[in-house]
C-alpha cells in the first residue's frame, strides 16, 4: 500500500504523519507492504524545526524528511491520500491521484501564531498520540476505502 499524506506547506502535519507512519510500519514489521510520502500544494522548502525536535524527543527518525511539492511525487502512485489540513482538503489534487482512495483527518497546526511554548509542546504531543493511534489503525486495515479511512478520524477524535 503506497500512502500519501497532505498539507498544504508540508512543513508540519503531513510531515508528522509520514514519520510517524514509517516508525510503525518498521515496528509492526511491514516495511515490504507500506511505501509512506507526503507532500503539500504550496510546500515551504523546509521541515518546521519544531516538528523534527518532537519527533527526535519521541525517538522518530526524521532522516530523508524534506518539504516537497505534490509535483514532485509524480513517479509516487498512491493507493490512498489522506489530507490533514483543512485547506489542502479544498484543493484540487493532481490527477495522477485519481485512482486513489481519498480521506480527510483535519488536524490543527500546531505552529501556528497566539501559542505559547506550553501550549505548542500540549498541541505537538496530542497530534503524536492520536497520529499514532490513526496510523496504526491504517497500517491493519485489511480494505482500503473512503469509509474505513473516515472512521479512523472518529475512533480517534482531537
Known sequence: MNILFLCTHNSCRSILAEAITRHLV????????????????????????????????????????????????TEFNPDLVITVCDQAAGESCPVWFGRAVKGHWGLPDPTRNGLSPTQIEAEFTLLFDVLSKRCEALIRLNQLNQAAIEAIAFSYPL
Not at 57 to 67: A, E, G, I, P, R
Request: hydrophobic share 35%; proline share 4%.
Open 26 to 73: 518498521v515496528r509492526l514489521g511491514n516495511q515490504s507492504d507500506v511505501v509512506v510520502a507526503s507532500a503539500g500544494s504550496s510546500p515551504r522548502g523546509i521541515v518546521h524545526p519544531l516538528t523534527l525536535q518532537y519527533l527526535s524527543q519521541w525517538s522518530v527518525d526524521t532522516k530523508n524528511l524534506q518539504s516537497k511539492s505534490w509535483d514532485d511525487l
